[in-house]
C-alpha cells in the first residue's frame, strides 16, 4: 500500500548529524531513503522546523541560534539547501514534487517525492511578500505557528483564556493572501481560537498535518470535534500523528491500537475524506510499534483486520493527502 506522510522533522537531525550524514542511510533518523522504499512511500513532507531561542543548534552551526527574522531567513536557507542536497545526491531514488502531478510523475519513474513544508511561519514577520518569498522558495504548505505567539496568533495553550484567543488581524489578512497563492494552511499547533478564524476565513482545504483527537487524549494540541468537522467541510485533511502524548495523553508508548482508535473517532466525526498520516518521525519521542516508514505496512494491515474496507485504507494511506496537492 503506498502512502503519503504529511509531517516529519528528519531535516534538523540530518544537520546535526553533520556532513556525512546521508538521508539514503542515515541510522540514528526515524526516516531515510531505505526506510522509505521498504514501507513503499509514495511522497513523504520534511517540515522546515523553526527552532527558539531555547534550542541548542550548536552542533548545526556554533555561529548561528535563530532569534530574529534575518537569522530565521538563513536558516531556513540552510535547511531548504541541505535537503536539497540530498534530493541530488540520491536523485536515483528520490525527487521534489510540489503538487499531484509530479508526485504521480516521479512514482512512474520509481521515485519517492520529497515535499517541502513549514512548521512556524514566524519568518514572514508580518509581511504578505515574505510569504511570496516564502512561497517562491518552495513552501506550499505552511503551519501557522509552533509553540509562541507569532504574527499570526497565539499556539495552543493549557490556559482555557489564552486557547480562545483569535487570530491576529494580520493573520486573518495572511490566510485569505495564503488562498489566493495557493499555499495549503496547517492549523496543527494553532490554538483552538485561531483553528476557528482560519476555518472561518479560508476558502480552501485546510489541513491538521500531525493532530488527533482531543476527545480520545486531553492535550491541547489535539483538535475537538467542531475542528475535526470544520477541517472535513473544507474538503481538507487530518494526519494521524504517531507521538505518544497525542495518542493517549501521557505515556511514552506509541501503539497501533491506539492509532486505530483516533482513526475510527476521526472517521466517525469527520467522515472518510479527512483521514490522512501525519507521523512527526524524527519530531517525538517514546516506544513506537510504528518507529519508522519501514512499520507504516502493520498500521494498514491491523486496518484490514479491524474491518475497515480496503477503499477507507486508501483513502488514508495516500488518496486524501493527494487531493490537497492537485492544486
Not at 475524506?273 to 513506537?288: C, Q, S
Request: with cysteine; aromatic share 8%.
Amino acid at each position: 500500500m503506498k502512502y503519503i506522510d504529511l509531517h516529519a522533522d528528519t531535516i534538523l537531525p540530518l544537520m546535526q548529524h553533520g556532513d556525512q550524514a546521508s538521508l539514503y542511510d542515515d541510522p540514528e533518523t526515524h526516516i531515510n531513503i531505505q526506510k522509505l522504499q521498504k514501507g513503499d512511500a509514495l511522497a513523504q513532507c520534511f517540515a522546515v522546523w523553526l527552532p527558539d531561542s531555547n534550542f541548542d543548534l550548536m552542533d548545526v552551526d556554533p555561529l548561528f541560534s535563530p532569534q530574529n527574522h534575518e537569522e530565521d531567513m538563513a536558516y531556513i536557507h540552510q535547511a531548504v539547501n541541505r535537503l536539497n542536497k540530498e534530493i541530488n545526491a540520491n536523485s536515483a531514488h528520490i525527487a521534489w514534487a510540489k503538487n499531484a502531478s509530479s508526485i504521480r510523475e516521479n512514482h512512474e519513474n520509481g521515485k519517492i517525492s520529497a515535499i517541502l513544508t513549514l512548521e512556524d511561519a514566524r519568518a514572514v514577520n508580518d509581511s504578505l511578500d515574505n510569504l511570496t518569498y516564502l512561497h517562491h522558495l518552495g513552501f506550499n504548505m505552511m503551519g501557522l505557528i509552533w509553540n509562541h505567539e507569532n504574527c499570526f496568533g497565539f499556539p495552543n495553550s493549557l490556559n482555557p483564556e489564552l486557547n480562545q484567543k483569535s487570530l491576529k488581524k494580520f493573520g486573518i489578512e495572511a490566510v485569505q493572501y495564503m488562498n489566493d497563492l495557493n499555499i495549503t494552511i496547517d492549523v496543527s499547533h494553532l490554538n483552538d481560537g485561531g483553528i476557528t478564524d482560519v476555518l472561518e476565513h479560508s476558502q480552501k482545504p485546510v489541513v491538521a498535518t500531525h493532530s488527533n483527537a482531543r476527545a480520545l487524549a486531553l492535550h491541547s494540541r489535539n483538535l475537538i470535534d467542531e475542528h475535526i468537522k470544520g477541517i472535513a467541510n473544507t474538503g481538507g485533511v487530518i494526519g494521524l500523528c504517531i507521538s505518544p502524548r497525542f495518542l493517549n495523553g501521557s505515556g511514552d508508548d506509541s501503539t497501533i491500537s491506539d492509532m486505530i482508535r483516533h482513526l475510527d473517532y476521526l472517521y466517525n466525526k469527520g467522515g472518510e475524506d479527512v483521514l490522512a498520516i501525519g507521523t512527526d518521525f524524527d519530531g517525538t519521542t517514546g516506544r513506537f510499534e510504528i518507529g519508522s516508514p519501514a512499520e507504516v505496512p502493520k498500521l494498514f494491515e491491523r486496518l484490514e483486520q479491524h474491518g475497515w474496507p480496503l477503499k477507507r485504507i486508501e483513502k488514508l494511506a495516500y488518496q486524501n493527502a493527494l487531493r490537497i496537492f492537485e492544486k
